[in-house]
């Protein structure tokens, strides 16, 4: 009997843990600035924008990325969740483009808040943030 | 007279690089960045000098240090250059030098396509790793696999004066890309001790041809690329044949380099397995005349290494590797004409900014220690073994 209640509250700890998971993950927000025509994108387009390969919007405008620092926990979230990859590898990416002088990195933000503000001034920008404060020019899109 | 050119330069500088001066995006010099790194390696290796006076004790002679400038010259034209300090050998000293400085323009861009120019001295993008090799933040293992990015002659095959048309296709984080680059490449003098016998001098860079595919992505699943690279070079030499000594002041050779890479990629795990099938041809139109003797020679090696790196977590990596490289022969090989290296090791990166790391090398053969650094004789122990220790930092 011990047993089992043992087992009960692992399995009960267990399924919490993912659900507060999975709730974290869902109030994470992939933000554009206003100018940016597409309401949403495929997962594949938001990594391949991450790992700076992408750099055109569907009109041609660049895109500007933006990512809080390495130490954040929306940064940390935001990669491991949904891009996949661990921020190491991520980083080893950009610098691999910086070192070889093919490329550029993201610019890097202290905050959510200098992220909204950022997205919301510059044409053509991407961004994520978990607040749910958001200016109103600021734009959510959907990720498939 | 110094201190004001230093000024001068220094406001030029900073007058280019200001980006509160120009806003714009259509303006000149945006998007400017700044890069630099700096590591200091501990090596202590069993019986040979190992990149640093190692040989028997523990030697900090192995450092490097980059640093780099990118901005977007005007609109889509960019310049990138990267200045890079480093010692690897005691004969060679600190060498300083420019790496690579380059315009690139994209010629034709839409979402999905790329085809553009680079022009000035440019890396030569052998294999998955050679453009970032010297960045320990961008590579695995404290030593790159010797087989394929050997230390030994890395600024003579680094980077050369020329033009590249590069091109690419994205399908969704998949990327197809092809690149062939027309060069003269840039030789360093002090790595020909690497052919001491031959007393080289006045050596120059001919022409260059370097052609690579590749296709994949670099994070989640395969990643896969073919390189041709065939570097040609001049060279003044004299030696010893008999009782006379040859002097040649019409000499020549070239490398012939085929890579094939394959790495696969998952959120915590990697493999990476490279084959380099390497041609090395000399010619000395004196030894022509010499009875027994041709004037041109050609050689063969065949390299290849397989590596998996396992990441525990954000901060801790294991890697473990093995490295081989073989000359081809038609009798047993000799001791420095094969190299057989198991390593592995571990990094810790306690922040973004800093890396530490420790491996440990258990090497048979000597075809990648480096000659000026290292007296051997067929009588010295083929097997050894090297430890290293390397913090690296870069912002």
Redesign the interface.
Known sequence: MTKLKRAFLITVFVLSSLLSMTALSASLKVIVNASVEENHL?L??L??IY?M??N???N?D?IAVFVL???NATH?EFCRKLL??????????W??L?????G??PVSVNSEKEMIELVTNTPGAIGYIQSESLHEETKVISIK | MKKQKLFRLSSILLLLFSDSLFADQNEWFQRNSWNAFVSQTAIYSSDYNFLSQSDDRLSFDLWEAGLLVSTAVKNKLTFSAQVLGRKVSESSGNDLRIDYAFFSYPLYQTVNDTFGLRLGRIRSSYGLYNETRDIPHTRTGIVMPQSMYFDMTRNTFYSADGIELFGYRDFDDRRLSAQIFFSKPVADEDETGEVASLNPTNLKGDKSLLAKISYGSEYDGFRTSFTYYRPEYKVDVSFPVGMMTVVDNDASFYSESMITSLEYNQFDWSVTTEYLRHKFSTNMPALGGVPGLQAKNIGYEESFYIQGLYRFSEQWESYVRYDSTERHVNRALLDNEKWHDINFGGSYRPSENWLVRAEVHYIEGLARILSRDNVTSSAQDPYWTAAMFQIAYKW
């Open positions: 495929k594949k387009d990594r391949s790992t390969k992408k055109l919007w569907s041609g660049r620092s390495d130490d940390k996949k990859v661990f921020p190491r590898q991520l980083e080893s990416v610098y691999r910086v070192y070889s002088g093919t550029e990195k």
